[in-house]
């Protein structure tokens, strides 16, 4: 029996995006020097007194048995503190928060807990591809929404609950957005918390860039919509805010019934993530928070040199107002390569790294995204090597791309 044959196995389309990583660790391994603004994967530290605390409760021989599945109390205290203070949101730490292997994790097994053969999921295009292949490997089908969250977004939530059998059950979001870095206000949550309560849909958030938003506009929750909780549960990480991606600390807020469906379906399948780790999450969602902002304004530069320093090589980029990508067209002129082929080119001819936008859903050909994790020298440097690509291919910046 081949690996095709099984059931989940097929449903899944070749991951794209894995190509070209293939191709980029081939390419380091035969010693090339690539400028790697593909995986969003942070390059920065997480803050000393975390990494203290992870020691600290490392070397207390009763912390390596099993943890919590749903988390240690004191972390969950700790989520609950933060959107508190963040969102002004009152949750219950024992009812309404569960701690999750990072948010893939939790998004894939709340998709397991709640989702049946046959079910349909409204889910947008592109988008994260967990987004859609957690439901897909659930045996759900996909009903795909825009990403653009105007007037054209609610006139398709529209067309699908009025022309889809069965009805949808379940809308799937995620701003800022990844891969388009797209935001919204609260006033799109509320919109979107109102269409919920009245077509009967459970409402799943992905807020994994909550921390990452420039020029002082923050991020909102949709939890901060009075009732929200009704029909709302909303997936946070550690992993960008506080630099802990290899971690896998996530967490999922909100709707207690969805809530208890993830514990519970949890409890067969994990016992939480390693003690020590669960403590230094708490010293990070506790302590000082300067690391956030010290981050955030570091990858604000970073995303003023990529910016200004592609867009004298040739390559106008358009200015993200949080996450830590650009979600980029395809210059016009190699718009026909497709983005997958110049996502290769890019690396083979450039020594510079992207995902291709198809690899986020068939509304992302034509785009590429790059992650801004390389320092800003690298990033000029990849500047610079675009800008030689560039005018291999005809295609002239306006300068040179220092």
């Not at 200004?308 to 395809?330: N, Q, T």
């Amino acid at each position: 029996m081949s690996e095709e044959e099984f059931y989940r196995i097929k449903r899944l389309p070749p991951y794209v995006i894995a190509e070209v990583n293939a191709m980029r660790a081939a390419a380091r391994m035969a010693g090339e020097d690539i400028i790697d603004l593909g995986m969003g994967n942070p390059d920065l530290p997480p803050p000393p007194h975390v990494i203290d605390k992870l020691c600290e409760v490392a070397r207390d021989p009763d912390a390596h048995g099993y943890s919590a599945s749903k988390g240690i109390p004191g972390l969950r205290r700790a989520q609950a503190n933060y959107y508190n203070r963040r969102f002004g949101v009152d949750v219950d730490p024992d009812t309404e928060v569960v701690v999750t292997l990072g948010s893939k994790e939790g998004l894939a097994n709340l998709a397991q807990a709640i989702t049946a053969p046959g079910d349909v999921v409204l889910a947008p295009n592109p988008s994260y591809p967990i987004h859609t292949f957690g439901f897909i490997i659930a045996g759900a089908t996909i009903r795909s929404v825009p990403t653009t969250p105007d007037e054209h977004y609610f006139e398709s939530l529209e067309r699908a609950m009025r022309f889809t059998v069965p009805k949808p059950s379940v809308l799937v979001m995620g701003y800022p957005s990844n891969p388009t870095a797209e935001t919204v206000d609260l006033a799109f949550y509320e919109r979107v918390v109102a269409f919920a309560k009245e077509h009967g849909l459970w409402v799943l958030s992905d807020l994994a860039y909550s921390e990452l938003y420039y020029d002082g506009c923050p991020t909102p929750s949709i939890l901060q919509v009075p009732g929200a909780k009704d029909v709302a549960v909303e997936f946070t990480s550690m992993s960008k805010t506080y630099s802990m991606a290899g971690w896998r600390i996530g967490f999922a807020v909100g709707n207690k019934q969805l809530i208890g469906a993830l514990t519970r379906v949890k409890s067969y399948l994990d016992y939480g993530a390693f003690t020590p780790i669960q403590a230094a999450a708490v010293a990070a969602l506790n302590g000082p928070q300067d690391i956030v902002e010290q981050n955030r304004q570091l990858y604000q530069r970073r995303r003023d040199v990529l910016v200004e320093s592609f867009g004298r090589a040739g390559w106008e980029i358009p200015v993200p107002k949080a996450s830590m990508f650009c979600w980029a067209p395809l210059p016009p002129e190699l718009a026909h390569l497709g983005s997958l082929e110049f996502s290769k080119q890019l690396l083979t001819q450039a020594g510079v790294a992207v995902a291709a936008g198809v690899g986020y859903g068939e509304e992302g050909e034509g785009y590429v995204r790059i992650a801004m994790v390389e320092n800003e020298q690298r990033i000029r440097q990849a500047a610079r090597n675009i800008r030689k690509y560039f005018q291999s291919m005809g295609i002239s910046g306006t300068a040179a791309a220092e």
